[in-house]
């Protein structure tokens, strides 16, 4: 089985840089991708959907780094969700995006090799066999 998601979008926050126990960065970001269409009466309509993002590693670094609020990206990823109890014994759940790859839309200060932030463990198009 395969999955793989592809959200473009403007980031609603600043990224946040945390760390595992065991040292590995992770950097936690949400991004708001608009839709807009017409209606069939003529009205236009619009909707946002909101998407948690979760990068690790040297990806997690190069996102705290250069991404902002407002920033428009490109994320690809894997959705991995989580359940649990609340404090109040609620039962909750999220969605999130596990980025693998984040490519930077706007121009920004990064230099072109900065534009692109993909770890070399990743598959490219040219390595699935399908």
Same mark, same amino acid.
């Given at each position: 089985?395969?999955?793989?998601?592809?959200?473009?979008?403007?980031?609603?926050?600043?990224?946040? %840089?945390?760390?595992?126990?065991?040292?590995?960065?992770?950097?936690?970001?949400?991004?708001?991708?608009? *839709?807009?269409?017409?209606? *069939?009466?003529?009205?236009?309509?619009? *909707?946002?959907?909101?998407?948690?993002?979760?990068?690790?590693? #040297?990806?997690?670094?190069?996102?705290?780094?250069?991404?902002? #609020?407002?920033?428009?990206?490109?994320?690809?990823?894997?959705?991995?969700? !989580?359940?649990?109890?609340?404090?109040?014994?609620?039962? *909750?759940?999220? %969605?999130?995006?596990?980025?693998?790859?984040?490519?930077?839309?706007?121009?920004?200060?990064? !230099?072109?090799?900065? !534009?692109?932030?993909?770890?070399?463990?990743?598959?490219?198009?040219?390595?699935?066999?399908?």
């Amino acid at each position: 089985m395969f999955q793989r998601v592809i959200v473009a979008g403007r980031l609603g926050n600043d990224p946040e %840089l945390r760390y595992t126990p065991g040292g590995t960065q992770v950097c936690t970001f949400d991004v708001a991708a608009n *839709r807009r269409w017409t209606d *069939r009466d003529g009205n236009r309509q619009e *909707r946002t959907t909101w998407f948690r993002v979760s990068t690790w590693g #040297k990806l997690a670094g190069i996102c705290h780094q250069y991404l902002h #609020k407002g920033r428009a990206v490109l994320i690809e990823g894997e959705v991995d969700a !989580s359940a649990w109890i609340d404090q109040e014994g609620n039962a *909750r759940a999220t %969605l999130e995006l596990r980025a693998v790859n984040v490519r930077f839309l706007d121009g920004g200060n990064t !230099s072109n090799e900065d !534009s692109i932030a993909e770890p070399e463990s990743i598959a490219q198009d040219e390595d699935i066999p399908f």
